[in-house]
Structure formats: C-alpha cells, structure tokens
C-alpha cells in the first residue's frame, strides 16, 4: 500500500499562512541579498570621503578663490590662481625635477629589482645567502633604532634620563642626593623616584617606598600583583643600584632624603 503525498505549487504560501507577513520577508530578504555587500564595504567608502575626497575638494574650493591668511575666505577667482601658477618658471623647474625624480629612482629601482629577482631565481651558488642580502637592509634599520632608543633612554646615561634631570629637578638637587620629583601640569602626570646609580624606574620607585616603610615581600607582591620571587629579584637590584644591604638602610635612607616620614 502506498501513499502519495502532494505539495503545493512553487511560489503559493502555506494553509493559514499570512500572504502580506510571507511577501515582506521574501522582500527582506532579496534586500539582503543585493544591499549586504555594499553596507559590507561602505566604512571604507566612508573613510575615503571623510579622509580623501573632503579634503581634495576643500582645497579645490580654495584654490579658486582669493585667500587671505588672516582674513580668510576673498572673492571667487575662478582659474586665476592655476593660470599665475602655471606661468611662473619656477613651476615648470619644480614639475621638470619631479619627472626626472621620477625616471630616475621610480624606472631605474623597478628595472633593477626586476633583475635581482630573475638573477636570485636562477640555480647559483649561495643563493640563500644572497637572498638574505637583499633582506638585510630591512633588518638593519630596525635594529639600528632599537640600538639608538635604548641608548637614549638608558638608566644611567640615557639622554633624555640627563635632560629630564637638569629640567625637572629643582634647584639644588642633583640626581644623587635623592628626591621625590613631582610633575605637576595641570594634573599628577607621573612620581619619580631619583636615587643613585639612576633607580628612577616607577615599579622601583614604589618598590622602594614600600619596603622603606618595613612591609614585607609577601605584602608588596600582593599589593603590586607580583610574585614574591619578583619582589624579592627588585629588592636585590635596588640594593645593588643604591650601594646599600638591608632593608634597614632603605629606611635610614629614606627618612635621610624625606621620602617617607
């Protein structure tokens, strides 16, 4: 025995099915289909207008009217300021270097690098280390300005660790008699601790102040979010750093230079 099941013609809605509520979705979701991809990529859409074609329109607005410094927006001049430009030598010198900028570093670049890829793809000797050849000189520059930053914010003899102590420090003070030194602009920007040997970093700064006032390891690793090995690893440094031995010479330290009461 067998049963035939039939269906409903293609594109005719359910028994008891709302036909209006059945055609808005069928709409949405042809609207889905078609809108999607724009709303996808309109940020970038949007970001070009605010970022790209605002300001080239401005500035086309602005060439051609009578601008003043000062006073602003003059008169409407149309194409007079692009017919004084184009008739002044110097713009014909500035656009003929341009070209010539262009064909000798743009062409010559493209041609040459063109070259070293057909001759590195050919089976030489050394090829691996003729690749990295003309890889290292996007190592290089890297490096070099790792090596220069940290010789200018070195601890002990960092540039700007020697500027910051001739201007912020205040009269009389020398970055080895030890001070609290508060940069106030408006607001607390920032508390450095300047002790010798160049202790001036803020976790140290409040490692020291911490364990001058006789709180133990295991306090500070909790108040700081540390652990205790890490405080412990600090305190060796700071001693170290400040010619000093126990915790009792940071205090006596400490009291001596007014850091802590």
Not at 80 to 98: A, E, K, M, S
Not at 196 to 224: N, S, W
Not at 233 to 247: A, D, F, I, Q, V
Request: charged content about 15%; glycine content about 10%.
């Amino acid at each position: 025995m067998s049963a035939t099941i039939s269906l409903p013609p293609k594109g005719t809605a359910p028994a008891g099915a709302d036909p209006k509520r059945i055609a808005l979705r069928q709409k949405l979701g042809r609207w889905d289909v078609q809108l999607s991809p724009y709303l996808y990529i309109s940020p970038f859409f949007i970001l070009f207008a605010v970022v790209g074609l605002f300001p080239l329109a401005y500035t086309f607005w602005v060439s051609i009217h009578q601008w003043n410094l000062i006073g602003g927006q003059g008169k409407l001049v149309g194409l007079d300021n692009y017919t004084y430009v184009i008739g002044q030598p110097q713009f014909w010198t500035g656009l003929r270097n341009t070209f010539s900028i262009f064909l000798l570093s743009g062409v010559t670049q493209t041609l040459t690098a063109l070259l070293l890829a057909a001759v590195l793809d050919q089976n030489i000797r050394a090829k691996t280390f003729w690749r990295m050849g003309v890889l290292l000189p996007y190592v290089v520059a890297p490096v070099a300005v790792g090596v220069i930053f940290s010789k200018m914010f070195a601890d002990q003899s960092g540039l700007i660790n020697a500027l910051l102590g001739q201007l912020l420090l205040p009269s009389g003070v020398t970055p080895t008699t030890g001070a609290v030194v508060q940069i106030v602009r408006g607001e607390q920007l920032g508390r450095f601790l300047v002790a010798p040997d160049g202790a001036r970093k803020p976790l140290e700064t409040e490692q020291f102040l911490k364990l001058a006032r006789g709180e133990t390891a295991g306090d500070i690793a909790q108040a700081l979010s540390l652990s205790v090995k890490t405080v412990s690893t600090y305190r060796t440094r700071l001693l170290e750093k400040m010619g000093l031995s126990t915790n009792s010479d940071l205090t006596y330290y400490a009291l001596k230079a007014g850091l802590i009461d």
